[in-house]
């Protein structure tokens, strides 16, 4: 097995800080269909951020 990594088709969605109107993104939902890395994805993303922040995650599938 090699290192984890999260879906490079993602970067955008969880790299995006503000919109294009200008307003900051403070909630992000991913959606689509099945046998796709979106919780996979969530998960990672949530340990990464934890590392840094002090942040309350509510995850749903």
């Given at each position: 097995?090699?290192?984890?990594?999260?879906?490079?088709?993602?970067?955008?969605?969880?790299?995006?800080?503000?919109?294009?109107?200008?307003?900051?993104?403070?909630?992000?939902?991913?959606?689509?269909?099945?046998?796709?890395?979106?919780?996979?994805?969530?998960a990672g993303?949530?340990?990464?951020?934890?590392?840094?922040?002090?942040?309350?995650?509510?995850?749903?599938?």
């Amino acid at each position: 097995m090699g290192n984890p990594s999260l879906n490079p088709n993602l970067k955008d969605f969880w790299m995006t800080r503000v919109l294009p109107d200008g307003t900051p993104v403070t909630m992000r939902t991913l959606h689509g269909g099945r046998m796709s890395t979106k919780s996979h994805d969530a998960a990672g993303m949530a340990i990464a951020r934890a590392n840094h922040h002090k942040e309350i995650f509510l995850c749903t599938r």
